[in-house]
């Protein structure tokens, strides 16, 4: 299990997945023309307003952005253990990527929405490529699957 380089592939994307719920991936900042000055960050749950870094205020809930933030890592640990079961870690894979790029999706929605609602300027910190990496390593992973997957059919038709 560890020896296959699908398994470091996933390790990360679970230890850089688990990362992504301890920072925040986007910042806002009011424009430079407005009345008052406001600081807002997009953490794990929810964006705040850090203004007074003293007392964050809590102005919106990310709960969609969190269950997706939290799930994603979870079914690549999962995937690691299902090592036998090779097509099946595939299919899961195939989920989690869909599920990184529906991460970007909820993303855009609630920096749409916080920039329509509290008239701030947004700007992405690199925590926000976390997603992108972890899609990646899934796709490398899941090819060294297949490849592991053709190469015992190979070996069976060789018997």
Same mark, same amino acid.
């Given at each position: 299990?560890?020896?296959?380089?699908? !398994?470091?592939?996933?390790?990360?994307?679970?230890?850089?997945?688990?990362?992504?719920?301890?920072?925040?991936?986007?910042?806002?900042?009011?424009?430079?023309?407005?009345?008052?000055?406001?600081?807002?960050?997009?953490?794990? !749950?929810?964006?705040?307003?850090?203004?007074? /870094?003293?007392?964050?205020?809590?102005?919106?809930?990310?709960?969609? +952005?969190?269950?997706?933030?939290?799930?994603?890592?979870?079914?690549?640990?999962?995937?690691?253990?299902?090592?036998?079961? /090779?097509?099946?870690?595939? /299919?899961?894979?195939?989920?989690?990527?869909? +599920?990184?790029?529906?991460?970007?999706?909820?993303?855009?929605?609630?920096?749409?929405?916080?920039?329509?609602?509290?008239?701030?300027?947004?700007?992405?910190?690199?925590?926000? #490529?976390?997603?992108?990496?972890?899609?990646?390593?899934?796709?490398?992973?899941?090819?060294?699957? $297949?490849?592991?997957? #053709? +190469?015992?059919?190979?070996?069976?038709? $060789?018997?």
């Amino acid at each position: 299990m560890i020896q296959r380089i699908q !398994t470091l592939y996933l390790t990360i994307v679970v230890i850089s997945g688990t990362l992504l719920c301890f920072f925040a991936p986007v910042d806002f900042i009011s424009p430079e023309n407005a009345e008052n000055y406001r600081e807002l960050s997009m953490t794990f !749950t929810g964006v705040y307003d850090i203004t007074n /870094r003293a007392m964050p205020v809590r102005l919106m809930n990310t709960v969609s +952005l969190s269950i997706i933030s939290v799930v994603i890592p979870l079914i690549a640990l999962v995937n690691i253990f299902l090592f036998k079961r /090779r097509i099946l870690q595939a /299919r899961i894979n195939v989920v989690n990527v869909v +599920l990184c790029l529906g991460w970007y999706a909820i993303y855009a929605v609630y920096i749409w929405f916080a920039k329509e609602n509290f008239f701030v300027e947004w700007y992405m910190t690199p925590w926000a #490529a976390i997603p992108l990496v972890n899609l990646v390593l899934t796709l490398m992973a899941t090819r060294a699957i $297949l490849k592991d997957e #053709a +190469l015992v059919r190979a070996a069976d038709r $060789l018997r």
